[in-house]
């Protein structure tokens, strides 16, 4: 572990998955995009976001954006340690706080039915 | 999974699940409050108060616990999302509690956003000696422990309202 935390490859990994993560999340749930979708009456999973079938109960895609984002952000973040140093020590460590933080505004807009029912 | 059902019901079984997911929430909270507190009012001369003693816990040795227990509240959260979207989600829309609803899922959205910057979190607490890195580790450990008291909050909330016992 100690390895892990002085390695320089793995600073770039856990900058750009952290900050690619939460971005991904977030335009995942304002764009509606899911890779699959969860029924959880029947326990059926289908790929990409689908609407509820009749007679089969409500469905759920937040399992779809949290697998999207774990994986979009894995990808990423490889593709991270591929960046020489001196552009990834460019990016702020700010934004890895700052990020959740501007996202709620827009999370919170997402939600806007359930505000205003 | 199915020979359990012969000893208890299949309530009791989702029941002791969302207990322990409120354990492990609660032993979240208590470690991400004691390291947001050491780093917000780090404790420069010792002395004997609570609050002093409190805060003055060395923050670093909280990491590990902390991504542990995000990780597997986490997961109990999402295997019990299951159940809540059918038995609890529901009757709550019937019963018209929209900002109850909306709340949950504002802690379902922040929770998961928690789990994305975790590798962040735990390298900056890695390198705790890094002086050029005490600001974002500082803020992030807090945006942490603010999301765990939001969701805790929420989570309680929610139960309040439809949890266990409905």
């Not at chain 2, 699940?17 to 909270?29: P, Q, R, W, Y």
Request: charged share 15%; net charge positive; hydrophobic share 55%.
């Amino acid at each position: 572990m100690k390895a892990l935390a002085s390695s320089q490859k793995f600073r770039n990994f856990v900058v750009v998955f952290s900050l690619s993560a939460t971005v991904i999340y977030v335009l995942s749930d304002l764009s509606g995009w899911a890779p699959f979708t969860y029924h959880p009456a029947t326990g059926r999973l289908e790929w990409g976001r689908t609407l509820p079938r009749q007679n089969e109960g409500p469905v759920m895609y937040w399992y779809g954006w949290t697998v999207g984002m774990l994986i979009g952000a894995s990808i990423l973040g490889l593709l991270g340690t591929l960046l020489p140093e001196r552009v990834v020590k460019r990016i702020p460590l700010a934004l890895i706080w700052i990020l959740p933080i501007l996202a709620i505004p827009l999370l919170v807009y997402s939600l806007m039915p359930f505000w205003t029912k | 999974m199915d020979f359990l059902f012969d000893y208890i019901s299949v309530t009791t079984f989702w029941t002791i699940l969302l207990i322990v997911h409120g354990l492990l929430a609660i032993a979240l909270l208590g470690a991400l409050t004691h390291q947001a507190a050491s780093v917000l009012m780090p404790v420069r001369v010792p002395s004997d108060g609570f609050v002093t003693r409190f805060r003055a816990v060395k923050g670093a040795g909280y990491v590990t616990a902390v991504c542990v227990l995000w990780v597997l509240t986490f997961l109990m959260g999402a295997w019990i999302y299951i159940k809540y979207r059918i038995y609890v989600r529901i009757p709550i829309e019937r019963a018209g509690f929209w900002k109850t609803q909306g709340f949950f899922e504002m802690k379902e959205h922040m929770v998961t956003i928690g789990l994305g910057v975790l590798p962040a979190y735990w390298y900056l607490w890695k390198n705790a000696d890094d002086a050029g890195t005490a600001t974002a580790r500082r803020w992030l450990t807090v945006v942490l422990a603010a999301i765990c008291w939001f969701s805790f909050l929420v989570g309680h909330v929610v139960n309040n309202v439809r949890g266990l016992g409905s």
